[in-house]
């Protein structure tokens, strides 16, 4: 099958599985994992491919992954790296490419509304044994987009320390375009 250039894809699994032509920056994982930051801030110019590693990692380090996507890659050479995190951790991917609004009331819907669908992403929390009843409630109203101001500016940290008690692992926590609201 001849690979096409996917002119604006930024999903890694999409240019992979629909064989597009890809740049291999896996090792960029090793590195990043090697350097032990707590948080990494990474700033580039427009279209450097930013949105495309953050996917990359995402679909890395997520639990459940499909470990074939990174098959015949950089990161596929380093065994003991992809043994003890590939597919380890769970994993809050935010984007808030498009929260472009004149008002605080259409921008405050839209993060809410992106919180709601990340929090739904990760249905497993709905029934998860580790959680008590306060995060069950907390689960509901952020899977809902029922939230208020004050909700929503803990939601990161809630969702964070409740897939924590689910999985007993810390997340991995990412965010794009967070300068864009």
Not at 14 to 35: A, H, L, R, S
Not at 140 to 151: C, D, K, M, W, Y
């Amino acid at each position: 099958m001849a690979r096409v250039v996917g002119i604006g894809k930024q999903s890694f699994e999409k240019i992979i599985k629909e064989n597009c032509f890809y740049v291999d920056k896996t090792g960029f994982i090793k590195e990043w994992w090697d350097n032990k930051d707590d948080v990494t801030l990474i700033t580039r110019p427009r279209r450097f491919g930013k949105t495309l590693n953050m996917s990359m990692l995402k679909y890395f380090f997520e639990i459940g992954t499909d470990s074939a996507l990174f098959d015949g890659l950089a990161i596929s050479r380093e065994k003991e790296l992809c043994d003890r995190h590939m597919g380890k951790y769970p994993v809050i991917f935010l984007t808030f490419k498009d929260v472009k609004f004149n008002t605080w009331e259409e921008t405050f819907s839209a993060v809410r509304d992106i919180f709601a669908k990340e929090t739904q992403r990760h249905e497993e929390l709905r029934t998860s044994d580790r959680c008590d009843e306060y995060d069950e409630r907390k689960y509901a109203r952020l899977a809902e987009g029922n939230v208020t101001e004050v909700e929503l500016s803990s939601a990161l940290a809630d969702l964070s320390a409740m897939l924590h008690k689910h999985y007993g692992i810390a997340p991995v926590i990412i965010i794009d375009e967070y300068d864009t609201p």
